[in-house]
């Protein structure tokens, strides 16, 4: 195994991200004598080994509630699971949300390690603490921070995972690529734009290491997300959540999340936010990634396409924030009108 990053979060606490082959994760996994490891149904299908103790949840956003979380509760308590014991998440986001959520209150604090299996999760869930479910129709309402004590990323684990879930990933990929404040990542994705899409292991690790550098730049200036920092990790969200909403979650999140990026990139360059040549090679790159940005909403839908906007849950203040890129690295967040909203995605 070799360690990434050591990330300081909440408390000062340290979360190490290591890079580990499938057997260095068998490995660690039987290293803990006393250990829970949470799977889905597709990431348990996904891992070859059979760690000591596990528990297979089903599958999905549908499942991301309090019965899940009872049933880790019940296998550790069944386990005898102590503090020291070790919660093990293996799954995409919404297995490693819930695993962490239950170490975050079991004992009030068990440890924890999390593995992700999907893109969007290695790229954007295992770091940062947020841990929660869903809970009353809203999503991520009930939840703590709590930063996992290792992230382990094996990019074998990803080989399995649908076109459609890798497509997801990639949206929060590029993200980063515009938000950070070097050319790195940029750089990276035109070049190995071929082996990123044939998921070559070596390629994906690559693209995930420099992918959470940039996410670990802006975390690490806001490790509790009181200064305003983290928020600009939401680029192109406000717009991508509407359209997941309007099309009634048929639009998965990353393809969202880069139409929004796509819709925040040409409205900045509109109002003169967005330096031209910033947004012209943004833009490109989702194009070279086969990103269709060219949807427009149909006018008809507008008025609940800005129903979804109002109920988007980073509203401040009574007005919905859109973070715009200012420059290379330097998002703005801003409040916009009906019209320009409007002018962006009708
Ligand atoms: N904590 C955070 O900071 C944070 C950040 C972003 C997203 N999230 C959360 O993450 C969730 C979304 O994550 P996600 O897209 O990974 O969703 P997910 O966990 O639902 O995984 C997507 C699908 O892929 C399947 N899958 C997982 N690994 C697989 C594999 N290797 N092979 C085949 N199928 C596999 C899953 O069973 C599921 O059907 C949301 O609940 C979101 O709120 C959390």
Redesign the pocket.
Known sequence: MERLFSVPLKGGKLTDVYRCSLSELEGEIESYPSALAVF????R??YEGAPPSSMILP???EH?NWSSIDMILQNALRLGLARDSMLIGI???????MT?FAASIYMRGARCILV???L??AV?????????I?YGGA??IVGTFFPADKVLIVPQ??????EK?YR??LG?VLKHAILSSDDALMRFLIDSRDKVLAREDGTVMEMIRLSLEVKISYITRDPEETKGIRSALNLGHTFGHALEALSDYRVS??EAVAWGVQRALDLGRRLSVTPPELAARGLELFSLYGYDGSYRVPEELFPGYMDAVAKDKKKKGGAVRFILMEGQGSPVAMALSTDEVRSAVV
């Open positions: 889905d149904d597709n990431s299908a996904a599958p999905g956003e991301k799954g995409g986001g919404v297995i490693l949300d962490a992700p299996t999907t969007l999760s954007d869930a295992t770091l940062g603490g947020k841990t929660g869903d999503k991520n684990l990803l080989r399995t995972l649908p879930e997801s990933g929060e999140h990353g």
